[in-house]
């Protein structure tokens, strides 16, 4: 009777942590992660095909990162205003700060990818700018949460 006693513990322990997972799961900041996730997944397919294709067929490394990023920015932009930030309205100083914040992940992206290259000797993109993801993501992530798409203050001039 005990073990009978025991395993309804563990099976009703398991059933409250999978609410407790599911709950927090729901919760804005760990939605608002994932759907960057999937946008920036859809983002950077874009970006790492086009560098790789067009690296590939120029060997002009700062071109082809430029062509990816034109892609990917255009995607994420988008995508992070309207689904990840659903930021409401469109006003000159976000867009004014998404520019900068794309400007400055281009150089820290070019930068991480050439010190890759360098570093595994390798004359080719692919591997490298995937090696680079991680890092551009959490940077991009950060300035677009708490720089290009913040609420700004009711009192805030436009």
């Known amino acids: ?3 009978v006693d025991t395993l309804n513990k563990v099976s009703k322990n398991k059933r409250n942590l999978k609410l407790k997972i599911i709950d927090y799961a729901k919760q ?12 920036g997944g859809l983002s950077t397919i ?9 690296y590939r067929f120029t ?3 700062a071109l082809s990162v430029l062509l990816g990023y034109i892609s990917s920015l255009l995607i994420g932009y988008i995508l992070h205003k309207k689904v990840t930030f659903k930021s ?11 520019s900068v914040a794309a400007v400055v992940a281009y150089f820290v992206s070019l930068f991480i990818v050439r010190a890759f290259m360098y ?24 300035l677009g949460k708490f720089w290009v798409f913040r609420e700004e203050p009711e009192y805030a001039l436009k």
Do not use: C, W
């Open 1 to 3: 009777m005990r073990q």
């Open 88 to 98: 409401e309205h469109m006003n000159k100083s976000s867009l004014k700060r998404y």
């Open 46 to 54: 874009a970006d790492t095909l086009i560098t790789t294709m067009s």
């Open 28 to 39: 804005p900041r760990i939605v608002q992660i994932v759907l960057f996730g999937i946008v």
């Open 59 to 61: 060997k002009d490394l």
């Open 119 to 142: 570093a595994l000797r390798v004359d080719d993109a692919f591997v490298p700018k995937l090696l680079s993801i991680p890092f551009v993501a959490l940077f991009s992530f950060l």
